[in-house]
Every structure is written in structure tokens, then in C-alpha cells.
């Protein structure tokens, strides 16, 4: 998949894309469902088929001392993307003039002139332009008038009859069930990140941990966690079930929060290797204990239900 930032130098061979339009913050099932028929639309006139998404989050952009809230960094989102089979993702910079584009400037400027587009697909409920004054009905009568093909597409419901969306799959884990924001995602959710340099204190109890402190991604529920890890070992991706801890460590009064994770049959050196944490279920809210032997034998117990949950999964 070719990665394009700049709408106005977009080579020719790109030119002419079906492309999906919106955040995708998290690639859940309901972006899933819109990249489909963005994709069948490419494959049935033999054009590329592409996303269009703002970086940074526009709402980083308005709000940046806001609490963090992304699901997926930039990297992590061009991969599902990738995986999904796209042949173009059009990352536009999120800026003061994009921020200030009228919805017809947008249309005109970025999308016809600019991306050269052939047809867009965007949710029910998309919302673009300067104050957001644009929905997915000004996109379809701006871009019959300049000639682009639109189709806004209804979201995609869940089981209990809710629509999928990032604001609710962000709830389900700051609530502390990943399983359920996995069933809206359509896979597990994941923090990626390089192992930095803690303690070092769970190699004195038996529990060595990679510690990654969390940067630009939501924060869930603090507590303990049954986790898949994913690293590079030998130039393979190789993958270890453990367990791990998000949150504040109370048992030793720290006040940053911090990932650390146990693998399972891993023997080696971690530091500043990059892992990708699939949060499986959560076990327990984060508690204080009174000394190291007590923690050592609640994660003993930690891991063992982690090993049960793994191997069910």
C-alpha cells in the first residue's frame, strides 16, 4: 500500500481512486464495512482503491491537551489498512488550512482537484469542514456538482443492536472489557511500543516484566490483564501469551502509569524492542499489596488464570 500526505502532489497512477473518507480511528467492523464498498467500487471500474484519513486526529488538532483517547497510533492504523487489502492511503496533514476549509473549498480543492478522486464513501453520520458545518448530505450535492461519485453508508450495527462506533469501543475498554470492544473492532486491541528500562523489580521475584510506557493512545481500565504479545525474533514475528499490569504500581507509590508486561516461555533481552500487546481480558482491578511476597503470590495466581484464558482463546 502507497502512503500519500501531500493532496496536492498525488502522482498520476493514483489518480482516479475509490476511496473511504473519515478517521478510522480503531479500523473496526463499521470502517471494515465501508472500505468494502469502497473497494468493490475500484475493483468494478479498475481503479485504485484507497482510504482518506486526517493526521493528526483532528481532535488532537482542536483539543491537544486533551486526555489521550486514540485506539491506533498512525502506524498501527496504515497496517490494518494495509491488511485489508487497500492499494492507497491518503494521510492528509491536519493543519490551519485544512482546518479552516469550508466543506465546498474541501470538496473542490482536495477531493476533485486535488486527490482527483472518482468516488467517495463515507458513514451516515460524517461530519467535515470548517465548525463541522458539512454532513454526508453536503458531500453528495457538492460532489454531484463537481462530478464525484458518493455513497454514504449506513453504520454497521453490533449484536445488541447498538451501532459500532470508536466512542463506544473506547468505553468498553476504559470499562475494562476488551473482550467486548474486540467483538465491535473485529480483532483485539492493541498497544505497540518499545520496551524502555523500569525498576527492574520482577526479575527479583521471578516475574521479569518489558515495561512501555504508553504514548498518544487511550489509557483502559487500570488492572491485570491476559495479553498476546507479538515480536520480532530472527527477522519472524513470533508470539507469547503473559500477563500484564496497566496502571500506577500502588504497591511501590508511583504516580505514572506504565505497561508492564510477564511473557511466558520467554527467555532474552527485551530492551528497547518494539512488542505489540493484544489485550485478551481483563482479571483484576490494580490493588496494593503489603510487600513483595504478597505480590509475588497474587501474580502467581495472575498467571495462572491468564494461562487458563489463553488457551481458550
Given at each position: 500500500m502507497r502512503v500519500l500526505r501531500d493532496w496536492r502532489l498525488v502522482p498520476e497512477e493514483w489518480t482516479g481512486a475509490s476511496a473511504a473518507l473519515g478517521n478510522f480511528d480503531g479500523v473496526h467492523r463499521g470502517h471494515r464495512a465501508l472500505l468494502d464498498v469502497a473497494k468493490h467500487q475500484a475493483e468494478a471500474t479498475r481503479r485504485p482503491s484507497g482510504a482518506v484519513i486526517f493526521e493528526p486526529h483532528p481532535q488532537e488538532y482542536f483539543r491537544p491537551d486533551a486526555p489521550n483517547f486514540r485506539l491506533t497510533s498512525f502506524d498501527a492504523k496504515a497496517r490494518l489498512l494495509e491488511r485489508f487489502g487497500l492499494d492507497v492511503l491518503f494521510a492528509l496533514r491536519f493543519d490551519e488550512e485544512l482546518a479552516a476549509m469550508t466543506p465546498e473549498r474541501f470538496v473542490n480543492e482536495v477531493l476533485v482537484k486535488g486527490l482527483r478522486l472518482s468516488h467517495v464513501v463515507v458513514g451516515a453520520e460524517f461530519q467535515f469542514g470548517k465548525g463541522r458545518s458539512?454532513?454526508?448530505?453536503?458531500?453528495?450535492?457538492?460532489?454531484?456538482?463537481?462530478?464525484?461519485?458518493?455513497?454514504?453508508?449506513?453504520?454497521?450495527?453490533?449484536?445488541?443492536?447498538?451501532?459500532?462506533s470508536s466512542t463506544r469501543i473506547r468505553n468498553a475498554l476504559k470499562e475494562g472489557r476488551p473482550r467486548d470492544a474486540a467483538a465491535d473492532l473485529g480483532h483485539w486491541w492493541t498497544i505497540e511500543g518499545h520496551v524502555v528500562k523500569g525498576d527492574q523489580r520482577g526479575r527479583t521475584i521471578g516475574f521479569p516484566t518489558a515495561n512501555i510506557a504508553l504514548r498518544n493512545t487511550l489509557e483502559p481500565a487500570e488492572g491485570v490483564y491476559a495479553v498476546r504479545v507479538t515480536l520480532e525474533e530472527e527477522g519472524e514475528q513470533k508470539s507469547y501469551d503473559g500477563v500484564a499490569n496497566f496502571g500506577r504500581r500502588p504497591t511501590f507509590d508511583k504516580k505514572d502509569v506504565l505497561l508492564e508486561v510477564h511473557?511466558?516461555?520467554?527467555?532474552?533481552?527485551?530492551?528497547?524492542?518494539?512488542?505489540?500487546?493484544?489485550?485478551?481480558?481483563?482479571?483484576?482491578?490494580?490493588?496494593?499489596?503489603?510487600?513483595?511476597?504478597?505480590?509475588?503470590?497474587?501474580?502467581?495466581a495472575d498467571s495462572v488464570n491468564a494461562r487458563q484464558i489463553l488457551s481458550a482463546v
Open positions: 458539512g454532513n454526508a448530505a453536503t458531500l453528495r450535492s457538492l460532489g454531484i456538482a463537481q462530478g464525484l461519485n458518493v455513497t454514504v453508508f449506513d453504520l454497521v450495527g453490533a449484536e445488541d443492536g447498538q451501532k459500532i511473557l511466558f516461555n520467554f527467555a532474552g533481552d527485551l530492551y528497547g524492542k518494539r512488542l505489540a500487546v493484544a489485550f485478551i481480558d481483563y482479571i483484576r482491578g490494580e490493588r496494593k499489596f503489603d510487600g513483595l511476597e504478597a505480590l509475588k503470590a497474587q501474580i502467581a
